[in-house]
């Protein structure tokens, strides 16, 4: 993920990925090679965390992503 153009203000300083049709929980999940903490199947602890993070939600089969909007140029990783 890439901002072309800065100097949006969105109103939340950071942003999910979901990433649809997992199937199997991700091993492992990074953004821009630093491991993520995996919060297990919380949703709400998703939603509190004021750090990158990522959890399973094994009943929709969909992985979220957790990524707070501070860099302009982002990879995120997911390793199954």
């Known amino acids: ?17 979901a990433l649809l049709a997992s199937i ?10 630093a491991v993520l903490p995996d919060l297990g199947s919380d ?3 998703l939603t509190n965390s004021p750090v990158d993070a990522w959890y399973w939600n094994e009943s929709i089969q969909i992985a979220f992503v957790k990524a707070i909007d501070n860099k302009p140029d982002t990879t995120v990783t997911v390793h199954y």
């Open 24 to 33: 199997t929980k991700p091993r492992q999940v990074l953004r821009d090679g």
């Open 43 to 45: 949703a709400a602890s």
């Open 1 to 17: 993920m890439a901002r072309v153009t800065d100097g949006f203000a969105p109103a939340a300083n950071f942003f999910y990925v």
